[in-house]
T-cell receptor, first 114, second 113 residues
Framework: ETGVTQTPRHLVMGMTNKKSLKCEQH?????MYWYKQSAKKPLELMFV???????ENNSVPSRFSPECPNSSHLFLHLHTLQPEDSALYLC?????????????FGSGTRLTVV | AQSVTQLGSHVSVSEGALVLLRCNYS??????LFWYVQYPNQGLQLLLK??????LVKGINGFEAEFKKSETSFHLTKPSAHMSDAAEYFC???????????FGTGTSLTVIP
Protein backbone atom coordinates (compact mmCIF):
# COMPACT_ATOMS: atom_id res chain seq x y z
CA GLU A 1 0.00 0.00 0.00
CA THR A 2 1.60 3.25 -1.14
CA GLY A 3 -0.58 5.73 0.75
CA VAL A 4 -2.40 6.76 -2.43
CA THR A 5 -5.35 4.54 -3.33
CA GLN A 6 -6.92 4.47 -6.76
CA THR A 7 -10.18 2.77 -7.66
CA PRO A 8 -11.10 0.93 -9.71
CA ARG A 9 -7.91 -0.84 -10.74
CA HIS A 10 -9.38 -1.82 -14.10
CA LEU A 11 -12.20 -0.26 -16.08
CA VAL A 12 -13.70 -1.14 -19.43
CA MET A 13 -16.17 1.36 -20.82
CA GLY A 14 -17.99 2.05 -24.04
CA MET A 15 -17.61 5.32 -25.87
CA THR A 16 -21.05 6.50 -24.75
CA ASN A 17 -20.61 5.61 -21.07
CA LYS A 18 -19.95 7.92 -18.15
CA LYS A 19 -17.63 6.70 -15.43
CA SER A 20 -15.42 8.16 -12.72
CA LEU A 21 -11.97 7.36 -11.40
CA LYS A 22 -11.26 7.93 -7.74
CA CYS A 23 -8.04 8.78 -5.93
CA GLU A 24 -7.64 9.06 -2.17
CA GLN A 25 -4.66 9.94 0.00
CA HIS A 26 -4.28 10.36 3.75
CA UNK A 27 -0.67 11.50 3.74
CA UNK A 28 -1.49 15.09 4.64
CA UNK A 29 -0.47 16.23 1.16
CA UNK A 30 -2.01 19.34 -0.33
CA UNK A 31 -1.30 18.80 -4.02
CA MET A 32 -2.78 16.08 -6.21
CA TYR A 33 -2.16 15.20 -9.82
CA TRP A 34 -3.60 13.16 -12.68
CA TYR A 35 -1.22 11.63 -15.18
CA LYS A 36 -1.94 9.62 -18.31
CA GLN A 37 0.46 6.86 -19.27
CA SER A 38 0.06 5.40 -22.75
CA ALA A 39 2.15 2.65 -24.24
CA LYS A 40 5.36 3.88 -25.85
CA LYS A 41 4.70 7.48 -24.76
CA PRO A 42 6.06 9.67 -21.94
CA LEU A 43 4.00 10.34 -18.87
CA GLU A 44 1.51 13.12 -19.63
CA LEU A 45 0.54 15.52 -16.88
CA MET A 46 -3.21 16.21 -17.12
CA PHE A 47 -4.27 18.21 -14.09
CA VAL A 48 -2.75 19.70 -10.94
CA UNK A 49 -4.65 20.68 -7.81
CA UNK A 50 -3.17 22.66 -4.94
CA UNK A 51 -5.31 23.08 -1.84
CA UNK A 52 -8.36 21.96 -3.86
CA UNK A 53 -7.79 24.60 -6.53
CA UNK A 54 -6.90 23.58 -10.06
CA UNK A 55 -3.58 25.15 -10.95
CA GLU A 56 -2.77 23.30 -14.14
CA ASN A 57 -4.83 21.99 -17.02
CA ASN A 58 -2.48 20.68 -19.63
CA SER A 59 -4.77 21.17 -22.65
CA VAL A 60 -6.82 18.15 -21.73
CA PRO A 61 -9.99 17.49 -23.79
CA SER A 62 -13.24 18.39 -22.07
CA ARG A 63 -14.36 14.75 -22.06
CA PHE A 64 -12.07 14.50 -19.01
CA SER A 65 -13.43 16.47 -16.07
CA PRO A 66 -11.53 16.57 -12.78
CA GLU A 67 -13.00 17.23 -9.36
CA CYS A 68 -11.20 17.84 -6.08
CA PRO A 69 -13.70 18.21 -3.23
CA ASN A 70 -10.97 18.28 -0.58
CA SER A 71 -7.23 17.81 -0.30
CA SER A 72 -7.60 14.07 0.27
CA HIS A 73 -9.78 13.14 -2.69
CA LEU A 74 -9.48 13.58 -6.42
CA PHE A 75 -11.82 12.35 -9.11
CA LEU A 76 -11.60 12.12 -12.87
CA HIS A 77 -15.00 12.05 -14.54
CA LEU A 78 -15.05 10.46 -17.97
CA HIS A 79 -17.65 10.78 -20.71
CA THR A 80 -17.81 10.06 -24.43
CA LEU A 81 -14.24 8.82 -24.51
CA GLN A 82 -12.38 7.65 -27.59
CA PRO A 83 -10.41 4.43 -28.04
CA GLU A 84 -7.16 6.43 -27.97
CA ASP A 85 -8.00 7.39 -24.39
CA SER A 86 -7.24 3.84 -23.34
CA ALA A 87 -4.27 4.08 -20.98
CA LEU A 88 -3.08 3.75 -17.41
CA TYR A 89 -4.28 6.74 -15.40
CA LEU A 90 -2.08 7.55 -12.46
CA CYS A 91 -2.88 9.72 -9.49
CA UNK A 92 -0.12 11.24 -7.38
CA UNK A 93 0.13 13.51 -4.39
CA UNK A 94 2.80 15.72 -2.88
CA UNK A 95 3.36 18.58 -0.49
CA UNK A 96 2.24 21.96 -1.76
CA UNK A 97 4.94 21.84 -4.37
CA UNK A 98 6.97 18.71 -5.17
CA UNK A 99 10.21 20.31 -3.97
CA UNK A 100 12.53 17.85 -2.26
CA UNK A 101 9.73 15.49 -1.25
CA UNK A 102 8.67 14.04 -4.55
CA UNK A 103 5.42 12.43 -5.50
CA UNK A 104 3.66 9.46 -4.02
CA PHE A 105 1.86 7.56 -6.76
CA GLY A 106 -1.16 5.33 -6.68
CA SER A 107 -1.19 1.99 -8.49
CA GLY A 108 -3.24 3.40 -11.34
CA THR A 109 -6.46 2.60 -13.13
CA ARG A 110 -6.10 0.64 -16.37
CA LEU A 111 -8.78 2.09 -18.65
CA THR A 112 -9.92 0.40 -21.83
CA VAL A 113 -12.35 2.21 -24.10
CA VAL A 114 -14.24 -0.05 -26.49
CA ALA B 1 11.96 25.27 -17.52
CA GLN B 2 13.40 21.87 -16.79
CA SER B 3 13.72 18.71 -18.83
CA VAL B 4 15.15 15.24 -18.57
CA THR B 5 16.67 12.97 -21.21
CA GLN B 6 17.03 9.27 -20.64
CA LEU B 7 19.43 7.72 -23.11
CA GLY B 8 18.42 4.22 -24.12
CA SER B 9 14.77 3.25 -24.01
CA HIS B 10 15.75 -0.39 -23.52
CA VAL B 11 18.67 -1.81 -21.57
CA SER B 12 19.46 -5.50 -21.17
CA VAL B 13 21.95 -6.88 -18.66
CA SER B 14 22.83 -10.33 -17.45
CA GLU B 15 21.94 -11.35 -13.93
CA GLY B 16 24.80 -10.32 -11.66
CA ALA B 17 26.12 -7.68 -14.08
CA LEU B 18 26.36 -3.93 -13.50
CA VAL B 19 23.23 -1.90 -14.16
CA LEU B 20 23.73 1.60 -15.59
CA LEU B 21 20.74 3.72 -16.59
CA ARG B 22 21.50 7.18 -17.91
CA CYS B 23 19.76 10.44 -17.13
CA ASN B 24 20.75 13.95 -18.16
CA TYR B 25 18.84 16.98 -17.04
CA SER B 26 18.41 20.59 -18.00
CA UNK B 27 17.59 23.22 -15.41
CA UNK B 28 18.39 26.90 -15.07
CA UNK B 29 18.22 26.68 -11.27
CA UNK B 30 19.48 24.04 -8.83
CA UNK B 31 17.47 20.90 -9.47
CA UNK B 32 15.94 18.21 -7.37
CA LEU B 33 16.36 14.87 -9.15
CA PHE B 34 14.54 11.61 -8.69
CA TRP B 35 14.53 8.05 -9.94
CA TYR B 36 11.30 6.08 -9.93
CA VAL B 37 10.67 2.41 -10.76
CA GLN B 38 7.49 1.03 -12.25
CA TYR B 39 6.58 -2.64 -12.31
CA PRO B 40 3.93 -3.86 -14.78
CA ASN B 41 0.46 -2.45 -14.12
CA GLN B 42 1.68 -0.60 -11.05
CA GLY B 43 2.27 3.01 -10.16
CA LEU B 44 5.68 4.60 -9.84
CA GLN B 45 7.71 3.94 -6.70
CA LEU B 46 10.45 6.26 -5.48
CA LEU B 47 13.91 4.66 -5.69
CA LEU B 48 16.04 7.60 -4.59
CA LYS B 49 16.34 11.36 -4.76
CA UNK B 50 18.92 14.13 -4.84
CA UNK B 51 18.00 17.28 -2.94
CA UNK B 52 21.31 19.22 -2.79
CA UNK B 53 22.89 17.29 0.06
CA UNK B 54 25.34 14.46 -0.71
CA UNK B 55 26.01 14.02 -4.41
CA LEU B 56 26.09 10.23 -4.13
CA VAL B 57 22.65 9.07 -3.18
CA LYS B 58 21.75 5.58 -2.05
CA GLY B 59 18.26 4.23 -2.54
CA ILE B 60 16.24 1.12 -2.07
CA ASN B 61 17.04 -2.32 -3.53
CA GLY B 62 20.77 -1.58 -3.76
CA PHE B 63 20.49 1.25 -6.29
CA GLU B 64 22.48 4.45 -6.13
CA ALA B 65 22.92 7.55 -8.27
CA GLU B 66 25.52 10.29 -8.46
CA PHE B 67 24.69 13.92 -9.16
CA LYS B 68 27.33 15.46 -11.45
CA LYS B 69 26.66 19.12 -12.00
CA SER B 70 29.48 19.54 -14.54
CA GLU B 71 27.94 16.80 -16.69
CA THR B 72 24.30 17.64 -15.84
CA SER B 73 23.84 13.95 -15.16
CA PHE B 74 22.17 11.75 -12.58
CA HIS B 75 22.86 8.19 -13.72
CA LEU B 76 21.40 5.24 -11.84
CA THR B 77 23.61 2.25 -11.02
CA LYS B 78 23.47 -1.08 -9.25
CA PRO B 79 26.56 -3.29 -8.93
CA SER B 80 24.79 -6.60 -9.49
CA ALA B 81 21.49 -7.02 -11.33
CA HIS B 82 18.81 -9.28 -9.97
CA MET B 83 15.90 -10.75 -11.89
CA SER B 84 13.51 -8.72 -9.75
CA ASP B 85 15.07 -5.49 -11.07
CA ALA B 86 13.34 -5.95 -14.42
CA ALA B 87 11.02 -2.95 -14.68
CA GLU B 88 10.61 0.52 -16.20
CA TYR B 89 12.75 3.27 -14.71
CA PHE B 90 11.96 6.97 -14.86
CA CYS B 91 14.18 9.93 -14.10
CA UNK B 92 12.47 13.18 -13.07
CA UNK B 93 13.45 16.75 -12.26
CA UNK B 94 11.83 19.57 -10.37
CA UNK B 95 13.03 22.63 -8.48
CA UNK B 96 12.44 24.36 -5.19
CA UNK B 97 9.76 26.57 -6.73
CA UNK B 98 8.40 24.14 -9.30
CA UNK B 99 4.87 22.79 -9.05
CA UNK B 100 5.33 19.71 -11.14
CA UNK B 101 7.82 17.08 -12.17
CA UNK B 102 9.30 16.70 -15.61
CA PHE B 103 9.74 13.03 -16.38
CA GLY B 104 12.00 11.32 -18.84
CA THR B 105 10.57 8.88 -21.34
CA GLY B 106 11.65 5.90 -19.29
CA THR B 107 14.12 3.04 -19.68
CA SER B 108 12.93 -0.54 -19.73
CA LEU B 109 15.41 -2.81 -17.98
CA THR B 110 15.54 -6.49 -18.90
CA VAL B 111 17.60 -8.90 -16.80
CA ILE B 112 18.78 -12.01 -18.61
CA PRO B 113 19.24 -15.14 -16.48
Amino acid sequence: ETGVTQTPRHLVMGMTNKKSLKCEQHLGHNAMYWYKQSAKKPLELMFVYNFKEQTENNSVPSRFSPECPNSSHLFLHLHTLQPEDSALYLCASSQESPGPYGYTFGSGTRLTVV
Amino acid sequence: AQSVTQLGSHVSVSEGALVLLRCNYSSSVPPYLFWYVQYPNQGLQLLLKYTSAATLVKGINGFEAEFKKSETSFHLTKPSAHMSDAAEYFCAVTTNTGNQFYFGTGTSLTVIP
